[in-house]
């Protein structure tokens, strides 16, 4: 960054409160990197105090702080800096809280973790004082780059590679299908990074995670005082993704009459804001993924045909982790040095026995279920190697066949003494533990969904309630 521009802004504040401490370090790193004042709250109490008495413009928040709710924090906010602008984060958004915080007045809400691009985008927004610049997302620096690893060693998916790199630097639209967990957005990365676009935006949107009237914004774009709540001028991820890459991510679960005005922005590259007057033209390329089968969908009429075609000029499909044995070696060496890393562990192999016991298990949820499992016997192994304990998988040992879900249970039948359901309590503890009570976390570190985890945590609490009163 030229330090003309670092010195013009320099006197710009902007308020993080974050819960994670890697994450908060990341964000703060990249936004002082920007030529920001970052200010830190511990807490919703410490935010509300810190964004009135520094004078504080732009409030990036975890959704739900210690402390204080979000939308709470937003109120009290407002009550004394009315022109603040409040922009929440979350690693497992629910639809009615995004939806609850935009029309409250939020600026938007971002899912974990952060695309930088955006964030940095809006950021230059919030602090241009017209909230009317139509200039284009800045560039990627490397640093802001993801980057990119798929691993294999199978031969269909060095056949995709091999594809995906023949159209990467095109303006093709591509469809990646696979199962959860597959891959697909690394795929949609890969390409993007190889095309002439790299240097310009990658902008990712789930098209299953908001309603269809807040996704039309959410895609589009919106004026000031289109409906209730919107106090300025948004752009959309089209706009944000301008001379870039636009991600629709589960694409197949955008409503159908959505679907008419996606087609017809692809056709025309031209968007309508939600509330414009004017188009806007907009110079996307468009990669598209869904877990399911699309031909059905069109079938069924849950998907346009006319948009199918457009989307699906290159169609990729990802075999599953099942399909491709030879990878699960190659993934979890992988996995352990990037959580060696990550957690500041020194775990070197797998057992055998621990390699035979994944390379038998069924993996409904593909390489994400793998990384959750190497990840979590990471932290719980004891010495330099992973053993067959430590995945605390029921299948070769329990005898499972693998048509349940991972979740349902969450321990081999070799313990540590004592029944699986302590060993069960003791796991999910000590997982806390290290995680600091961090319950997303935990139960992505334990390969379950954090409703799994909250209602085991209850059930041992009714448990204890029970023994007590005995």
């Given at each position: 960054?030229k330090?003309?521009h670092k010195?013009n802004?320099?006197?710009?504040?902007i308020?993080?409160i974050e819960?994670?401490?890697r994450?908060r370090?990341?964000?703060r790193?990249?936004i002082e990197a920007?030529?920001y004042e970052?200010?830190?709250a511990?807490?919703g109490?410490e935010?509300a105090?810190l964004?009135?008495?520094?004078n504080i413009?732009f409030?990036?928040s975890?959704?739900k702080?210690n402390?204080?709710?979000?939308?709470?924090?937003l109120?009290?906010i407002?009550q004394?800096?009315e022109?603040?602008?409040?922009?929440f984060t979350?690693?497992?958004?629910?639809?009615?809280d995004?939806?609850?915080?935009?029309?409250?007045?939020?600026?938007d809400?971002f899912t974990?973790?952060v695309?930088l691009?955006?964030?940095?985008y809006i950021t230059?927004?919030?602090?241009n004082?017209?909230?009317?610049s139509?200039?284009p997302?800045?560039?990627r620096t490397?640093?802001?780059?993801?980057e990119?690893h798929?691993?294999?060693?199978?031969?269909?998916?060095?056949k995709?590679?091999?594809?995906?790199?023949?159209v990467a630097d095109s303006c093709?639209?591509v469809?990646?299908q696979g199962e959860?967990g597959t891959?697909?957005?690394l795929?949609?990365r890969?390409?993007?990074?190889k095309s002439?676009?790299a240097e310009r935006?990658?902008?990712a949107v789930n098209?299953s995670a908001l309603p269809e009237?807040?996704?039309?914004s959410?895609l589009?774009?919106?004026e000031k005082?289109a409906?209730?709540?919107?106090?300025?001028?948004?752009p959309?991820?089209f706009e944000?993704?301008?001379?870039g890459?636009?991600?629709?991510?589960?694409?197949t679960?955008?409503?159908?009459?959505?679907?008419?005005?996606?087609?017809?922005a692809?056709?025309?590259?031209?968007?309508?804001?939600?509330?414009?007057?004017q188009p806007v033209s907009v110079?996307?390329r468009?990669?598209?993924?869904?877990?399911?089968d699309i031909?059905?969908?069109?079938?069924?009429?849950?998907?346009r045909?006319?948009?199918?075609?457009?989307?699906?000029?290159?169609?990729?499909s990802?075999?599953?982790?099942?399909?491709?044995?030879?990878?699960?070696?190659?993934?979890s060496e992988?996995?352990?040095?990037?959580?060696?890393?990550?957690?500041?562990?020194?775990v070197?192999k797998?057992s055998?026995a621990a390699l035979?016991?994944?390379e038998r298990?069924?993996f409904n949820?593909n390489?994400?279920e793998?990384e959750?499992?190497?990840?979590?016997?990471?932290?719980?192994?004891?010495?330099?190697t992973?053993?067959?304990?430590n995945?605390?998988l029921a299948?070769?040992?329990?005898g499972?066949?693998?048509?349940?879900?991972?979740?349902d249970?969450l321990l081999?039948?070799?313990?540590?003494?004592?029944t699986?359901?302590?060993v069960?309590?003791k796991?999910i503890?000590?997982t806390?533990?290290?995680?600091n009570?961090?319950?997303?976390r935990?139960a992505q570190?334990?390969?379950?969904?954090?409703?799994?985890l909250?209602?085991k945590?209850?059930?041992?609490?009714?448990n204890e309630d029970?023994?007590?009163?005995e």
């Amino acid at each position: 960054m030229k330090q003309e521009h670092k010195s013009n802004i320099m006197g710009n504040r902007i308020l993080l409160i974050e819960n994670n401490t890697r994450q908060r370090t990341q964000l703060r790193n990249s936004i002082e990197a920007w030529g920001y004042e970052v200010f830190i709250a511990a807490d919703g109490d410490e935010a509300a105090k810190l964004s009135v008495d520094k004078n504080i413009p732009f409030i990036i928040s975890e959704f739900k702080p210690n402390g204080i709710n979000g939308l709470s924090l937003l109120e009290h906010i407002r009550q004394k800096n009315e022109t603040a602008q409040v922009l929440f984060t979350s690693e497992a958004p629910a639809i009615e809280d995004a939806v609850s915080a935009i029309k409250a007045g939020a600026l938007d809400f971002f899912t974990k973790p952060v695309d930088l691009t955006q964030l940095r985008y809006i950021t230059e927004k919030v602090f241009n004082g017209n909230g009317q610049s139509a200039a284009p997302p800045p560039r990627r620096t490397g640093a802001e780059t993801p980057e990119c690893h798929i691993i294999t060693g199978n031969r269909e998916m060095e056949k995709l590679l091999k594809m995906a790199g023949q159209v990467a630097d095109s303006c093709a639209s591509v469809l990646v299908q696979g199962e959860s967990g597959t891959g697909k957005e690394l795929f949609a990365r890969l390409i993007h990074n190889k095309s002439g676009r790299a240097e310009r935006p990658f902008v990712a949107v789930n098209c299953s995670a908001l309603p269809e009237t807040l996704l039309e914004s959410e895609l589009f774009g919106h004026e000031k005082g289109a409906f209730t709540g919107a106090i300025a001028r948004k752009p959309g991820k089209f706009e944000l993704a301008h001379q870039g890459t636009l991600l629709l991510d589960e694409i197949t679960e955008m409503d159908v009459r959505l679907q008419s005005k996606l087609l017809r922005a692809i056709q025309e590259n031209q968007i309508d804001r939600v509330g414009g007057v004017q188009p806007v033209s907009v110079d996307v390329r468009i990669i598209a993924t869904t877990n399911r089968d699309i031909d059905t969908a069109v079938r069924q009429g849950d998907f346009r045909e006319d948009l199918f075609y457009r989307i699906a000029t290159i169609p990729l499909s990802i075999p599953p982790l099942r399909q491709r044995r030879e990878d699960i070696k190659l993934l979890s060496e992988y996995f352990i040095d990037k959580y060696n890393r990550l957690d500041n562990r020194n775990v070197k192999k797998l057992s055998d026995a621990a390699l035979i016991c994944l390379e038998r298990y069924p993996f409904n949820g593909n390489v994400r279920e793998l990384e959750n499992i190497i990840h979590r016997a990471i932290l719980l192994s004891d010495g330099k190697t992973i053993t067959e304990g430590n995945l605390m998988l029921a299948t070769a040992v329990g005898g499972r066949t693998g048509h349940g879900r991972q979740e349902d249970v969450l321990l081999s039948a070799e313990g540590d003494g004592g029944t699986l359901k302590d060993v069960e309590k003791k796991t999910i503890f000590q997982t806390l533990d290290k995680t600091n009570g961090n319950r997303t976390r935990a139960a992505q570190t334990l390969g379950i969904s954090v409703r799994t985890l909250r209602n085991k945590l209850n059930e041992y609490k009714e448990n204890e309630d029970s023994s007590e009163s005995e």
